[in-house]
């Protein structure tokens, strides 16, 4: 198959171990692996880096705990006949815009796009306005309704796993929204966007943070970080993917059954213990995984899901891959944080000014 066939058992078990314990230091990792020295296991970390298999650490921000006032995330599935660069312009001009994602199909032109919402009338008023003036011509928006789940491939499981157990009753891991519970401080909310993008070496962040005119001490960043783990802010997690980036795709899948139990348990047992990286979260009625795995996967995975009687529906969505232009990924906008208050609201009233501005120049 490539170069990901020709991993190493070794190199597989470390990966494993890595993306099931995200915590675990270079010396725990000598002790849990065949590696004899650290510097081993560094320069090998470093080579699948390089390779571009391992991303991380990252820090997934556990955003229901950041603020007193509700903030959501949502998706947004948007349809367009323009070019969506132009569609993609419009909606960087909504700064709580985090990511944008393109959608590969032949019938229509669609992008997939994720927001933080402090109001979700607002945010809805604001895509209606592009469908008013015809930027885009529908969406459809689903908010999350649990937190994020992540599971890293098992480098030993199947690529193309059977959905066989789907049904499976299991322990289903606690998947609700926590509530704010922890004053954050001016140093907290700096240095968040850095640990999400894979800028996580504290003296880098005290670098850039200097470069913007604020003067943080190497322990007051330290104690930030220890303090937003510790109060379940912030969670370290590994990025890993079962092959070469060039051998992957990467796929969304909405599905709807009967109660939320079921898709809870429907979510877990997805693709659990194969060769596939998963994410996984609740959007109201509905459940979305995001997965990125061997082409093989995806082939017959319509024709395995609609053996599923209590699935009713299900959406899948391929997302396209090299191509740069039609992607978009930006740090969380936080700058409207209320350290008073503990509250991010965002200012829609400007967002809808900037894009009524941009309609009539353009």
């Known amino acids: 198959m490539g170069k990901i066939h020709k991993l190493s058992?070794?190199?597989?078990?470390?990966?494993?171990?890595?993306?099931?314990?995200?915590?675990?230091?270079?010396?725990?990792?000598?002790?849990?692996?065949?590696?004899?020295?650290?510097?081993?296991?560094?320069?090998?970390?470093?080579?699948?880096?390089?390779?571009?298999?391992?991303?991380?650490?990252?820090?997934?921000?556990?955003?229901?705990?950041?603020?007193?006032?509700?903030?959501?995330?949502?998706?947004?599935?948007?349809?367009?006949?323009?070019?969506?660069?132009?569609?993609?312009?419009?909606?960087?001009?909504?700064?709580?815009l985090r990511l944008v994602l393109s959608v590969l199909s032949h019938h229509k032109k669609v992008l997939v796009a994720v927001f933080y919402s402090s109001d979700d009338v607002e945010m809805k008023a604001l895509l209606?306005?592009?469908?008013?003036?015809?930027?885009?011509?529908?969406?459809?928006?689903?908010?999350?309704?649990?937190?994020?789940?992540?599971?890293?491939?098992?480098?030993?499981?199947?690529?193309?796993?059977?959905?066989?157990?789907?049904?499976?009753?299991?322990?289903?891991?606690?998947?609700?929204?926590?509530?704010?519970?922890?004053?954050?401080?001016?140093?907290?909310?700096?240095?968040?966007?850095?640990l999400r993008f894979n800028d996580t070496k504290l003296i880098e962040i005290l670098r850039k943070e200097k470069n913007l005119h604020r003067s943080w001490t190497y322990e007051q960043v330290r104690y930030s970080r220890e303090k937003m783990l510790k109060h379940g802010l912030i969670r370290k997690d590994y990025s890993?993917?079962?092959?070469?980036?060039?051998?992957?795709?990467?796929?969304?899948?909405?599905?709807?059954?009967?109660?939320t139990a079921l898709m809870q348990r429907i979510l877990y047992n997805f693709a659990r213990g194969a060769r596939v990286y998963k994410e996984y979260?609740?959007?109201e009625d509905e459940g979305w995984v995001y997965c990125v795995c061997h082409p093989s996967f995806l082939k017959d995975l319509m024709r395995k899901l609609d053996q599923v009687e209590e699935i009713k529906e299900e959406e899948v969505y391929l997302i396209r891959t090299g191509s740069g232009k039609y992607h978009f990924a930006r740090y969380p906008v936080l700058k409207y944080f209320d350290f008073d208050e503990q509250t991010l609201k965002y200012p829609y009233h400007e967002y809808r000014e900037k894009i009524k501005q941009k309609l009539e120049n353009d």
Not at 244 to 254: E, H, K, V, Y
């Open 9 to 96: 058992d070794r190199e597989k078990e470390l990966l494993n171990v890595l993306g099931n314990h995200p915590e675990i230091s270079i010396k725990e990792l000598v002790n849990y692996t065949n590696y004899k020295r650290e510097s081993s296991v560094g320069r090998k970390l470093h080579q699948l880096r390089e390779q571009r298999i391992l991303d991380g650490p990252l820090y997934d921000l556990n955003y229901s705990k950041l603020c007193k006032n509700p903030l959501h995330k949502m998706f947004c599935i948007i349809e367009t006949d323009n070019n969506q660069e132009i569609v993609i312009a419009y909606l960087k001009l909504i700064e709580p």
């Open 128 to 194: 209606q306005l592009l469908k008013d003036n015809n930027i885009i011509t529908d969406y459809l928006i689903r908010v999350w309704c649990s937190k994020r789940m992540v599971e890293n491939p098992n480098f030993f499981g199947d690529y193309n796993p059977s959905l066989d157990n789907l049904l499976s009753p299991r322990d289903i891991p606690d998947m609700s929204l926590k509530c704010h519970d922890t004053c954050w401080n001016e140093c907290d909310i700096a240095i968040i966007p850095y």
């Open 240 to 259: 890993i993917y079962p092959f070469s980036p060039d051998q992957c795709i990467r796929f969304g899948l909405f599905l709807i059954t009967e109660d």
């Open 281 to 283: 979260v609740l959007c």
